[in-house]
């Protein structure tokens, strides 16, 4: 496997066209108008944030670049021997087949970066949760106890206000009503609300999750504009 | 306990990290090729978040997900993100939602033009109607009037909080002899050693000290810094004895704070000897090229406890 310095350091990046074949890949044959490749993206973010990898999008680029390029060689292998018997996207490089399933290809690559990345990490001390627990409990109250916390945090709640309201009223509601109980109230209250709703647990959960994956980065990008 | 309700706990189980490393790779391998159970972890985490927000979390799920979840910017972000969803929520619950209303009062207006088409119906709606208001005008007074009863006690209660503060203070005045009492208490057990580099401190030959003990785990430096704009920086740690380089840190993202800019590490206090060290900080171009921003020298003390020489 490459070996680098800096796993997310970008070494090549992808053409236009290059990315469009990436998007149809991931479509399948049907056109989600880039909705299928932006879903898989913030699959890998999560990933990548949940392994505690501090450049997520980083190295989500750089698992669509790894991706992309396999693409690019397949198509060229296979214009030059269009009687190849094997599966163009058969991943025997990464010692699996896998079946016309970008998902799971996306995912082994993924797989790959990260592991690059832990161990990069490992030889340069980057790996903050390596750190004993003590210590990560003294960052962490540490994060809470900063001076300028208190602004942020006005700022914040004023940003959030100012993003919810450019939201219909309905769709203001259902946030502060899913949002409203907690504890063992919480689960009762999710209930009555599909119930009026007239949809099923399941679809208010992914509803209010969108709604909530969108309402982040704007109260993220307009703290950081007032802030400034 | 329900398959729902098993597939949570098994969830919020991975989430904390509990789950054995086959059971890890499994749902690894799951949160970025299914979209359902994508969907169901990270609203299983979510509420994980919020519930830590809140303060719902004790004892070792509180330190579980400190461990956890609150690690890198991006998860400290989200939490942040979920205390000012709750602070908004809590107080929208209390004295209801303009949009709430004005959502309240767009069905009610349709209602009442569907019961005008009948009168019998119309009747009946208007009545229903009426009564829904006194209910919601009765519930929302007796909410405020509980709020405001609830303000009245935290208000007496930090009076008389202040009071017994202001009666120890003097009474700490009126006993002192020696220097202030910070200096009597006990040395800090803390694992965390802290540097902080102000703009005025870069470049002008005055060399701060970093003392680090048998317990320091990790030390925390902050540079804080007047620049233009870069994309990101970098960070490289030099010894002053023989100039080379140890540490190097790159795509960092500084944030704004008034007219400077911060940027905040974490090394393992193993990296340091006692001797003298250089920080440079580089802003990158959007080119990739480094250009030197500010220098900060130290030098590190080692001692063996926090009063020996």
Redesign the interface.
């Given at each position: 496997m490459v070996t680098e310095e800096k796993v997310y350091k970008r070494k090549w990046e992808p053409s236009q066209e290059a990315f469009k074949k990436l998007l149809n890949w991931l479509d399948g044959g049907e056109d989600s108008h880039g909705q299928k490749y932006e879903e898989m993206r913030r699959h890998l973010v999560w990933f990548f944030d949940h392994k505690n990898c501090t450049e997520a999008e980083d190295l989500t680029d750089e698992t669509f670049d790894r991706v992309t390029k396999w693409l690019e060689q397949k198509e060229a292998k296979k214009a030059e021997d269009p009687n190849d018997p094997n599966d163009p996207n058969d991943v025997t490089a990464y010692g699996k087949n896998y079946e016309n399933e970008p998902v799971k290809i996306c995912y082994t690559t993924a797989r790959q970066v990260y592991l690059e990345w832990w161990r990069h990490a490992q030889k340069t001390g980057d790996r903050v949760d390596d750190l004993p627990l003590s210590t990560q409990h003294a960052l962490a109250e540490e994060a809470e106890r900063q001076e300028d916390e208190i602004k942020v945090r006005d700022q914040r709640l004023e940003c959030l206000e100012r993003c919810l309201k450019e939201w219909p009223p309905e769709t203001r509601a259902l946030i502060s009503e899913y949002y409203e109980e907690t504890k063992r109230a919480k689960i009762e209250n999710r209930r009555k609300l599909a119930e009026r709703l007239k949809i099923s647990s399941k679809a208010l959960s992914l509803r209010v999750l969108r709604l909530r994956n969108k309402l982040e980065p704007c109260v993220k990008k307009c703290v950081s504009e007032h802030l400034k | 306990m329900s398959d729902a309700a098993h597939n949570e706990e098994l969830i919020i189980r991975y989430?904390l990290g509990e789950l054995p490393e086959p059971e890890v790779e499994r749902f690894?391998?799951l949160?970025?090729?299914d979209?359902e159970f994508?969907?169901?972890?990270?609203?299983v985490e979510?509420?994980l978040i919020?519930?830590y927000a809140?303060g719902?979390l004790a004892g070792p799920a509180r330190?579980q997900f400190?461990?956890?979840l609150?690690?890198?910017?991006?998860?400290?972000?989200?939490v942040?993100?979920a205390?000012?969803?709750?602070?908004?929520?809590a107080s929208?619950?209390a004295f209801g939602?303009?949009?709430?209303a004005?959502?309240a009062a767009?069905s009610w207006w349709q209602s009442l033009l569907s019961a005008v088409r009948s009168r019998l119906s119309f009747q009946i709606a208007f009545a229903a109607v009426v009564l829904i208001g006194l209910l919601l005008s009765t519930l929302l007074l007796v909410e405020r009037a509980r709020l405001q009863k609830q303000m009245q006690e935290e208000r007496a209660a930090l009076v008389r909080e202040k009071q017994i503060l202001e009666e120890r203070i003097a009474k700490q005045d009126g006993e002192r002899t020696q220097p202030t009492p910070v200096e009597q208490a006990p040395p800090p057990k803390?694992?965390?050693a802290f540097l902080a580099f102000k703009p005025s401190l870069s470049g002008t030959g005055e060399r701060k000290q970093l003392t680090l003990l048998p317990s320091t785990?990790?030390v925390?430096v902050r540079l804080e810094f007047e620049s233009d704009d870069y994309p990101s920086y970098r960070v490289e740690l030099r010894s002053l004895a023989d100039g080379q380089q140890v540490?190097?840190?790159?795509?960092l993202k500084a944030?704004?704070?008034g007219g400077s800019k911060i940027i905040d590490l974490?090394?393992?206090a193993t990296?340091f000897k006692p001797q003298a060290y250089q920080l440079d900080l580089k802003g990158i171009t959007a080119g990739g090229a480094p250009e030197d921003l500010s220098s900060y020298s130290f030098s590190v003390v080692k001692k063996s406890s926090i009063n020996s020489q």
């Open positions: - | 989430l690894d391998e949160s970025v090729t979209d994508s969907h169901q972890v990270q609203a979510n509420d919020d519930a809140r719902e330190e400190q461990r956890r609150l690690v890198t910017p991006r998860q400290r972000e989200r942040d993100f205390r000012s969803l709750a602070q908004l929520t929208e619950a939602t303009a949009a709430g004005s959502a767009v803390s694992k965390l785990e990790a925390q540490w190097e840190k790159g795509k944030r704004a704070k974490l090394l393992p990296r």
